[in-house]
């Protein structure tokens, strides 16, 4: 099976705080996203990478930028922590094209922001 | 108008009941569809996908209607571990590809 780790379960940091969430998958897949899931709003997509380097905004990348230097590695970082990116945050993989094979989740890092 | 829409529920359900949820969508141009299933404080998992000729898995249903825009899942026999959120995801590729998340519905069932 496909597995998609994240590196810490629960998170708490400071207002303006820099946090690095960081996410591996063991399966070789090209595509990586990071989405966050709030009460009520379902799972928004921040980021997504397709290779090695690449990146592509996602419909709420504002406050966030990501990291892929290496295939099996997608970092998502809060480059000053607000309280309103408290949140559950996801990783996922999918192998070639998520429409046709879905995505495989990380167990999320629950991020407060205090 | 969201562009996918589910009933927050929850559904509360006896065991042995017969259970159905449906998810609405606004793009008529989407292409693929699925369900997840999200158990309390943990990730969404890949329950099936949903074609138009219909998709049974056990006692897991899904159904894809296009002229009405929604899709549906049903759930024969339901048992107490069926207790979930389920999300319904809608997928579409014009002007590029978009994936679009349910809020989720939430099932009780009881002993």
């Known amino acids: 099976d496909v597995k998609v780790t994240q590196s810490s379960r629960y998170l708490v940091k400071r207002t303006g705080e820099k946090v690095f969430l960081e996410c591996v998958q063991d399966?070789?897949?090209?595509?990586m996203f990071w989405y966050r899931q709030d009460p009520g709003l379902g799972l928004r997509l921040i980021y997504f990478?397709?290779?090695?380097?690449?990146?592509e905004k996602g419909d709420i990348p504002e406050g966030y930028s990501v990291s892929r230097e290496k295939k099996e590695r997608f970092s998502l970082i809060l480059e000053s922590a607000s309280t309103n990116q408290t949140s559950m945050y996801l990783c996922?993989?999918?192998?070639?094209?998520?429409?046709?094979?879905?995505?495989?989740f990380g167990s999320g890092t629950r991020l407060t922001v205090v | 108008r969201k562009e996918v829409e589910q009933d927050p529920g929850p559904f509360n359900v006896p065991e042995g009941a017969t259970v159905a949820f449906n998810c609405t969508y606004s793009?008529?141009?989407?292409?693929?569809f699925f369900w997840y299933r999200q158990d309390c404080r943990k990730e969404p998992k890949l329950l099936m996908s949903?074609?138009?000729s219909g998709n049974e898995d056990g006692r897991f249903t899904a159904q894809l209607n296009r002229a009405s825009q929604y899709i549906s899942l049903l759930i024969r026999d339901s048992k107490l571990s069926d207790s979930a959120t389920y999300l319904c995801?809608?997928?579409?590729?014009?002007?590029?590809?978009?994936?679009?998340f349910g809020a989720g519905t939430r099932l009780f069932v009881k002993a």
């Open positions: 949903v074609y138009s």
């Open positions: 995801v809608v997928n579409s590729n014009t002007g590029g590809f978009k994936t679009i």
């Open positions: 399966m070789d897949h090209e595509n």
């Open positions: 996922a993989s999918s192998l070639l094209d998520p429409g046709l094979y879905g995505y495989t």
């Open positions: 793009n008529s141009a989407s292409q693929s």
């Open positions: 990478s397709y290779d090695v380097k690449m990146k």
